[in-house]
């Protein structure tokens, strides 16, 4: 059943690419500018539209803390929890630095849909993990790895939502080259619920123009400057051709030409998003906005209201600005639709709830 779900949503992705702007900004948008964007396809617009769960998650404390985990308490005490998820995160980038990119964005495409709650892991067939945005997601055996080894030290204490943020966290220290190591608070609770139909709405595509993006960030609580600061992630990771090669289809330059023919024949091929220093997260990504980025929505940021930014942080006598910004959002992002002990729950296996 899972597979024929793949299968599906995989053409759902060609037909997505074929009609252009993804759905919905979010689940809190309303439903007549949803439709407006498939104007042009009104059966299918008026699905994804219309099939939308709940209200959006916003930022909140929720109890969360620093060091949460080495809490001297009967419930959540685990000394070293963090640094054994830091131990797997390591081992895995260590033999492909492209995880290290999947855990950023697995934790991005988490907290986006229904909050950090982990639900992008249940593993069911109509949950998150199956919508078509999360189809190229990589770095779940990362997070079971790292499930494993803490179910084995501390049973029933660091939730699957935590381990999701640490390693994304540990991931950006890692791809820096080991220079941006922030703290990421913890105490979320996984949630039990996920809907593959929710994750279209709820998540900017690589199509969004910048009322799309600014609206979809803006829906989960963060700013036009979070927006631009947290897309500097795509400065690591792959683009599939589909999502891309249309805007460079009348362009003679050597990079167009070189994207063409990498790309021929072959929409599912995966490209560098960052032809430059691929494997490093840095602000080359800012470098590349005006030319050299891959999707519509990188491009979206070379407009009047984000280039100044964008022109400060590719800026080399800015030297380390990207990098603290983007550790601050990283860290703000986290505390989207957190869960409490009230709503969710520690799940023994991060792939399916606990009952």
């Known amino acids: ?169 540990d991931a950006t220290y890692f791809l820096t080259g080991n220079k941006t190591f922030f703290n990421m608070p913890a105490g979320r609770y996984d949630g039990n619920v996920s809907f593959a139909n929710e994750t279209l709405p709820n998540l900017p595509g690589p199509f969004s123009d910048l009322k799309d993006l600014k609206d979809t960030f803006a829906a989960k609580g963060l700013t036009v400057s979070d927006m631009v600061t947290l897309s500097g992630a795509h400065s690591v990771g792959r683009g599939q051709c589909r999502f891309f090669i249309d805007r460079f289809a009348d362009r003679s330059d050597a990079f167009a030409e070189s994207l063409r023919a990498q790309c021929y024949g072959n929409d599912g091929y995966m490209v560098d998003q960052d032809y430059v220093t691929s494997d490093i997260l840095d602000n080359q990504y800012y470098k590349n906005i005006d030319k050299y980025v ?34 601050k959002a990283m860290v703000k992002m986290g505390y989207i639709g957190v869960k409490t002990k009230a709503d969710g729950e520690i799940r023994t296996e991060c792939s399916k709830v606990n009952y």
């Open 1 to 169: 059943m899972a597979k024929q779900q793949r299968q599906f949503a995989v053409l759902v992705v060609a037909l997505l690419a074929f009609l252009g702007p993804a759905a919905c900004g979010d689940s809190g948008a309303s439903v007549a500018g949803c439709l407006s964007r498939w104007r042009k396809v009104p059966i299918l617009g008026k699905l994804l539209c219309t099939r939308i769960r709940g209200s959006p998650p916003v930022l909140g404390s929720s109890g969360l803390s620093v060091g949460y985990y080495n809490r001297n308490d009967s419930y959540s005490y685990c000394p070293g929890a963090e640094e054994i998820v830091r131990k797997v995160v390591g081992e895995f980038i260590g033999n492909d630095t492209g995880m290290g990119a999947g855990l950023i964005r697995m934790f991005f495409h988490d907290c986006f849909v229904r909050g950090c709650d982990a639900s992008v892991l249940l593993n069911a067939a109509d949950a998150e993990m199956y919508g078509v945005p999360n189809l190229s997601l990589r770095g779940f055996e990362v997070i079971d790895a790292a499930k494993t080894r803490l179910e084995q030290e501390c049973p029933k204490k660091v939730s699957c939502a935590d381990i999701v943020a640490f390693a994304a966290r």
């Open 294 to 327: 891959l999707f519509a929505s990188d491009a979206a940021l070379n407009s009047t209201e984000t280039i100044g930014l964008v022109t400060d942080y590719a800026n080399s006598s800015y030297q380390g600005l990207w990098e603290s910004k983007f550790a």
